[in-house]
């Protein structure tokens, strides 16, 4: 559905962007995680043609780019942005912004009321937009692009600012909008809230993708605990660790339990707890472990 191919970006000479490719389809949930400054916003303004890249391009379904204006209308038909909140309009109320973004996307303001119902924005909806919280602007933002309702949308910090239950409420509506097939991006420094819907999250570094984890597909489980730099080197001095187990950020260590037998698997549990302070965990390793090893490892 969406295919970006060798993009690359730089502003003066420094490059934020070398040489990315990706292929999304619809159906698709994808987080897209980096540290601040690293080239997500880039990402999605390079993929709503707001900047032209310095080489690469972007296909729509197999043959549509942006080369003509004519094929840009006619992408954009399908792809919407999430809202700056500086972009709303302070004299306007919550309903005119949600039939403005109905009005030009879908052609229709008939579904706005059940989103209006659903992120439950009845109480202040038809108020001025300047009298709204950070949060009630923020749902709103999220709204307009329901509205929008197109078959791409790229979420760049959509949960900034918003409560747990707003977060909780947003992403179930995520994954409502999964099933009926949509391709979502979704930028975002929330990442254990990822893992409940996306379907991958990319990581990027130095202008490219450095992993590409995948949720749904079963991954290895790990035994993982906390453990000090000085109780890891203690641990690695007096038993024969596998090759591929992870230490984490100088604080989580995390083993491996594929290939082992169950013996094997509980000794090394036994092992562990020795060590153990708070908790021990079995699991697949998540977005926030993934993280910490590409972007607070130090080598
Ligand atoms: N118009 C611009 N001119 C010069 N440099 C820019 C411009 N826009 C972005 N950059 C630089 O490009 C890099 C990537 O910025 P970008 O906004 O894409 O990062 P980001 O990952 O979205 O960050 P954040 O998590 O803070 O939103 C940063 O170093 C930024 O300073």
């Given at each position: 559905m969406l295919k970006l191919k060798n993009i690359t970006v730089a502003y003066k000479d420094k490059?934020?962007?070398?040489?990315l490719s990706f292929y999304a389809e619809k159906g698709e949930i994808i987080g897209v995680v980096a540290p601040n400054g690293t080239g997500k916003t880039t990402l999605f303004h390079v993929m709503a043609n707001f900047i032209k890249p310095k080489s690469g391009e972007v296909i729509f379904n197999g043959k549509h780019k942006y080369t003509t204006e004519k094929a840009e209308l006619s992408i954009r038909k399908h792809l919407s942005t999430f809202p700056d909140?500086?972009?709303?309009?302070?004299?306007?109320?919550g309903v005119d912004h949600l039939k403005l973004y109905g009005n030009m996307w879908?052609?229709?303001?008939?579904h706005i009321q059940e989103i209006i119902d659903y992120l439950q924005?009845?109480?202040?909806?038809?108020?001025?937009?300047?009298?709204?919280s950070l949060g009630m602007r923020q749902r709103l933002c999220f709204a307009m692009m329901v509205a929008a309702d197109t078959s791409i949308m790229l979420m760049d910090e959509?949960?900034?600012?918003?409560?747990v239950s707003n977060v909780e409420l947003i992403s179930q509506r995520l994954l409502q909008m999964k099933k009926e097939q949509k391709l979502i991006f979704v930028a975002s420094h929330l990442l254990e809230n990822l893992d409940l819907y996306a379907d991958r999250v990319i990581f990027l570094k130095d202008g490219t993708i450095i992993h590409e984890q995948r949720l749904h597909e079963k991954s290895g489980l790990y035994i993982k605990i906390e453990l000090k730099p000085e109780q890891y080197k203690t641990l690695k001095h007096k038993e024969n660790l596998p090759k591929e187990h992870v230490y984490i950020a100088d604080h989580l260590f995390c083993m491996p339990?594929?290939?082992?037998s169950y013996t094997e698997q509980t000794n090394w549990l036994q092992t562990l707890l020795y060590y153990m302070d708070k908790e021990i965990t079995i699991g697949p390793l998540g977005t926030v472990e993934h993280y910490e090893k590409y972007y607070l490892d130090k080598e």
């Open positions: 490059k934020v962007l070398d040489e909140q500086s972009d709303l309009f302070n004299e306007l109320s879908k052609g229709s303001t008939k924005m009845n109480d202040y909806v038809k108020r001025k937009v300047g009298t709204y959509v949960m900034n600012g918003l409560d339990l594929d290939h082992l």
